[in-house]
């Protein structure tokens, strides 16, 4: 394959450019959502796909990997995709308003994001493009790349606002996410169900994750049948067996996701990450809520090895994009 595109169309717009009054002047509050395009001049895919960034990165995580090879938009262009990136709102170049992302925590750090994603004193992580080390140049693009976790709960609920907009403006789509992102994806189907062609997630945060999900797939409201007389669904520990550790599920009887329950939906799960009992409690989670169409792709499984969290970074990230897409290609017609 050729490395080459041909552009017809790129370009970049905000979502959701609202305004607040501030000591008598008309300000953008904050809340907008930025957004770049790229249309190669041989689209020969229906729908185009929507990048969603997770925790503290932006959308260039997408445009190229740590050590300067090319990333899934490009990628994707080469296979005939039109590609929407999307930096979250208070992300990126979304910018930063301490309203919408909370007190900034501490910055991430070669201790912390070395250990989690990049495979250090992991020998078996194979894929990432380094040593995970302080001496390590990719580690240290990653790291400059960091901005604060927003505060969930104003992230999702934007999210849902913005998400859905985009959609209105750019019709159905494919939507991919990536770890803390992961929850963009069910709240843009949730709102605009009928948009959402399928969803691709690496490793998204989950309700068996480290960070609390009231309502189960986010922290805003999702739009479960019956709905819960509560602010957010009944939750409860399930222990699956002996040798795994408690899902975090629907206690009994659960609800339905309705938004969800006809999307086609895969989770992806890097062969020696730390999110893999995450990503089977997501996948529960899902089934658990209607969601019938719901596969877990374990990179493992599908011989493709040594992969970690940031699978759209490493070394052959060409190589899990080809499995996803070839998931896609079963369950959602590409050809114009």
């Given at each position: 394959m050729t490395s080459a595109v041909r552009l017809a169309q790129q370009g970049y717009f905000w979502v959701g450019v609202t305004y607040q009054e501030s000591e008598g002047?008309?300000?953008?509050?904050?809340?907008?959502?930025?957004v770049d395009f790229q249309v190669p001049e041989e689209q020969t895919q229906a729908y185009p796909v929507v990048l969603i960034h997770g925790g503290g990165g932006q959308g260039l995580d997408w445009m190229s990997t740590p050590d300067?090879?090319?990333?899934?938009r490009t990628l994707l262009l080469q296979r005939g995709f039109s590609v929407y990136t999307l930096d979250r709102p208070g992300q990126g170049r979304s910018p930063v308003r301490p309203a919408i992302t909370g007190p900034s925590p501490m910055p991430s750090s070669v201790e912390t994001l070395g250990v989690m994603f990049a495979g250090a004193n992991n020998p078996e992580h194979t894929q990432w493009p380094g040593t995970g080390l302080a001496d390590d140049p990719a580690l240290a693009q990653l790291l400059a790349s960091q901005g604060p976790m927003p505060d969930?709960?104003?992230?999702?609920?934007?999210?849902?606002?913005?998400?859905?907009?985009l959609l209105d403006r750019i019709g159905p789509a494919i939507i991919i996410t990536n770890s803390a992102g992961g929850p963009a994806g069910w709240l843009m189907a949730d709102e605009r169900p009928d948009l959402v062609r399928a969803i691709v997630a690496l490793e998204p945060l989950g309700p068996s994750g480290p960070f609390p999900l009231p309502w189960g797939l986010a922290a805003c409201r999702m739009?479960?049948?019956p709905a819960p007389l509560a602010a957010a669904i009944d939750l409860i520990n399930v222990q699956a067996t002996d040798s795994e550790p408690p899902m975090?599920?629907?206690a009994a009887p659960p609800r339905r996701l309705p938004g969800l329950t006809d999307t086609p939906i895969a989770i992806v799960t890097g062969e020696q990450s730390l999110a893999g009992p995450m990503d089977a409690g997501t996948v529960a989670f899902l089934r658990q809520a209607g969601c019938e169409n719901v596969?877990?792709?374990?990179?493992?499984d599908l011989g493709i090895h040594g992969n970690g969290h940031l699978m759209m970074l490493e070394r052959n990230n060409d190589q899990v994009l080809d499995a996803v897409i070839a998931w896609v290609s079963e369950h959602v017609v590409l050809t114009p």
């Open positions: 002047q008309t300000l953008v509050d904050g809340t907008q959502l930025f300067g090879r090319p990333g899934w969930l709960a104003h992230d999702h609920e934007l999210m849902r606002r913005r998400g859905a907009e739009n479960y049948d975090r599920l629907q596969d877990h792709l374990q990179l493992g």
